[in-house]
């Protein structure tokens, strides 16, 4: 009997669904949580782990409110389903979803909805690094006490693969929310970084995801602030941002809807969404400039 290579044609691989995953980062209070009221709600799921949703008080949606981090990956697991390439005593694995399966039901329940909105992966990685301090790793082998380099370690392990397996779930739109901290660095320039325990899960997110987004305040023309999503890697803000559908401008307006409507839009050309031309240098400041000289003599 001769095997078939599983290659995964062109046309059945652009009729796959898809769902967009993504990561909305802003200042506490710009009105993250408040981009729910911008969704169908009959269809989105709120993964409420911050317990701040009077934002959204009198919104028609359906919730869950994980309040440990096992939950978070039992709910994982379940939205996303298992991964057969783990052991069966790991997370995510066909016997994790099994068990989840047991417990929870039937995961056909959450076939109605499209979009999970999981508010915030700030909170998150609390409850994580919590959990983590418990674990035998975080302690010394030599003297039993509390090594917090252990807790580190495994809070970054599990934190990038509870992000992996959710950003794996096809057909469904994933998007975290997460607060945006500002930081002098060591030349006291402004610095964007994610709020979140530890640094591995903020320095890979970006890597993860399909769409990196700041929410943030620009002010318009007459110097007034308004809220807007910062939507591209090279913005004059340094705010983290990256689109890999080639589809939005740098600036768009704060409605999360509008914005999967203009992500799943007609494809872009690869000529309009990748420049080969070499960039251009600024001009030299005049302290750079060369002056000629006004000696004559050889």
């Given at each position: 009997?001769?095997?078939?290579?599983?290659?995964?044609?062109?046309?059945?691989?652009?009729?796959?669904?898809?769902?967009?995953?993504?990561?909305?980062?802003?200042?506490?209070?710009?009105?993250?949580?408040?981009?729910?009221w911008?969704?169908?709600?009959?269809?989105?799921?709120?993964?409420?782990?911050?317990?701040?949703?009077?934002?959204?008080?009198?919104?028609?949606?359906d919730?869950i409110?994980?309040?440990?981090?096992?939950?978070?990956?039992?709910?994982?697991?379940?939205?996303?389903?298992?991964?057969?390439?783990?052991?069966?005593?790991?997370?995510?694995?066909?016997?994790?979803?099994?068990?989840?399966?047991?417990?929870?039901?039937?995961?056909?329940?959450?076939?109605?909805?499209?979009?999970?909105?999981?508010?915030?992966?700030?909170v998150?990685?609390?409850?994580?690094?919590?959990?983590?301090?418990?674990q035998?790793?975080?302690?010394?082998?030599?003297?039993?006490?509390?090594?917090?380099r252990?807790?580190?370690?495994?809070?970054?392990?599990?934190?990038?693969?509870?992000?992996?397996?959710?950003?794996?779930?096809?057909?469904?739109?994933?998007?975290?929310?997460?607060?945006?901290?500002?930081?002098?660095?060591?030349?006291?320039?402004k610095?964007?970084?994610?709020?979140?325990?530890?640094?591995?899960?903020?320095?890979?997110?970006?890597?993860?995801?399909?769409?990196?987004?700041?929410?943030?305040?620009?002010?318009?023309?007459?110097?007034?602030?308004?809220?807007?999503?910062?939507?591209?890697?090279?913005?004059?803000?340094?705010?983290?941002?990256?689109?890999?559908?080639?589809?939005?401008?740098?600036?768009?307006?704060?409605?999360?809807?509008?914005?999967?409507?203009?992500?799943?839009?007609?494809?872009?050309?690869?000529?309009?969404?990748?420049t080969?031309?070499?960039?251009?240098?600024?001009?030299?400041?005049?302290?750079?400039?060369?002056?000629?000289?006004?000696?004559?003599?050889?």
């Amino acid at each position: 009997m001769t095997g078939v290579l599983p290659i995964i044609t062109a046309d059945q691989r652009m009729a796959e669904p898809r769902g967009i995953k993504g990561v909305i980062f802003g200042p506490s209070g710009i009105g993250k949580t408040s981009l729910l009221w911008t969704l169908k709600a009959s269809s989105t799921l709120f993964f409420d782990l911050e317990a701040g949703d009077l934002a959204i008080e009198g919104l028609a949606i359906d919730a869950i409110r994980p309040r440990t981090w096992t939950e978070c990956r039992d709910f994982a697991v379940f939205i996303g389903g298992p991964n057969p390439a783990l052991r069966d005593e790991q997370a995510y694995s066909s016997a994790h979803y099994a068990a989840v399966c047991q417990k929870f039901g039937d995961p056909a329940a959450l076939d109605k909805y499209d979009t999970v909105f999981i508010d915030s992966i700030t909170v998150a990685g609390r409850l994580c690094f919590g959990w983590c301090k418990g674990q035998p790793e975080a302690y010394s082998e030599k003297t039993g006490k509390p090594d917090v380099r252990g807790a580190y370690g495994l809070h970054g392990r599990e934190m990038i693969a509870w992000l992996t397996h959710l950003q794996h779930t096809r057909g469904k739109n994933i998007w975290f929310v997460g607060i945006l901290d500002q930081k002098p660095d060591d030349f006291n320039r402004k610095v964007f970084s994610p709020q979140i325990d530890g640094s591995k899960t903020g320095l890979e997110l970006p890597g993860i995801v399909d769409q990196v987004i700041t929410m943030t305040d620009i002010a318009d023309g007459d110097g007034s602030p308004q809220r807007g999503f910062v939507c591209q890697t090279l913005n004059p803000w340094g705010f983290p941002a990256k689109d890999r559908s080639g589809r939005l401008d740098l600036i768009e307006p704060p409605h999360l809807g509008q914005l999967m409507d203009k992500i799943r839009g007609p494809l872009v050309s690869a000529e309009s969404r990748l420049t080969y031309q070499p960039p251009k240098l600024p001009a030299p400041s005049p302290a750079q400039a060369t002056t000629p000289s006004n000696d004559t003599t050889n």
